[in-house]
């Protein structure tokens, strides 16, 4: 079975400065995992996976992810905040099917002036 | 343009009634997936599809149903005996059913009662 943990509810950040959300989870098997934003009331978007390749992965709008199995962890970072990442971020580990998406319960992220 | 559109944006039930919410897609995937979303918690998948005529109950399948006659339409039918149907719902789709492909998500619609 496959479990997620986002170890923070809501994170508040100034613009310009660096932007961590943590992730942590579970998994029986080789996971796959994913961060996804949700902007209120849309759909989610993927930022990012890692599927077993490099274990530093980047992706859009310059956010990257570090797979730490002996941490089992994959944090999202950004070395810099815009306004446009105010959002809801999720963090997702894969199991052996596509049904089982284990979605974590989301970070809220807000970006100061 | 491919995508996966979610139909009505607003919806709204009355006590006793049947519901049906829209879910299309053009990106020729086989499966597709429906979740609810309450504030405050991770999605939580209603029902999947790994083909046409075929699909299976996830982790909170009571009070809706499914069906798929097309590979491109997957529609969710809130029922009555869905007690507590005010959430968010999700609609998905990826390229086939397997860990590693990404689901791709559409706008959403969003179930309020009256």
């Known amino acids: 079975a496959q479990s997620v943990t986002q170890l923070d509810s809501h994170v508040s950040v100034s613009e310009g400065t660096p932007v961590l959300l943590r992730c942590n989870y579970s998994?029986?098997?080789?996971?796959?995992l994913f961060w996804y934003v949700q902007h209120p009331n849309k759909g989610l978007q993927l930022l990012l996976k890692?599927?077993?390749?490099?274990?530093l992965v980047k992706g859009i709008n310059g956010f990257e992810a570090e797979f730490k199995k002996s941490e089992t962890s994959f944090h999202l970072t950004k070395p810099s905040a815009h306004m446009s990442d105010a959002a809801e971020y999720f963090c997702?580990?894969?199991?052996?099917?596509?049904?089982?998406?284990?979605f974590g319960p989301g970070t809220r992220l807000s970006v100061l002036p | 343009d491919g995508g996966i559109t979610q139909s009505p944006k607003y919806l709204f039930r009355k006590e006793g009634q049947n519901v049906t919410l829209s879910c299309e897609q053009n990106?020729?995937?086989?499966?597709m997936y429906w979740y609810r979303q309450d504030p405050g918690q991770g999605l939580r998948l209603i029902y999947y599809?790994?083909?046409?005529?075929?699909?299976q109950k996830g982790d909170i399948a009571e009070g809706y149903s499914v069906s798929r006659e097309k590979k491109e339409s997957f529609p969710l039918t809130v029922t009555s005996a869905q007690k507590n149907p005010t959430a968010f719902y999700l609609c998905?789709?990826?390229?086939?059913?397997?860990?590693?492909?990404?689901?791709?998500f559409g706008p959403g619609t969003r179930l309020l009662v009256l």
């Open positions: 998905a789709s990826s390229i086939g059913g397997t860990t590693q492909e990404t689901q791709y």
């Open positions: 998994s029986s098997y080789s996971p796959s």
């Open positions: 890692y599927t077993s390749a490099a274990t």
């Open positions: 997702v580990v894969s199991g052996a099917y596509g049904q089982n998406f284990v």
């Open positions: 990106l020729n995937h086989d499966a």
């Open positions: 599809s790994q083909i046409v005529n075929d699909f």
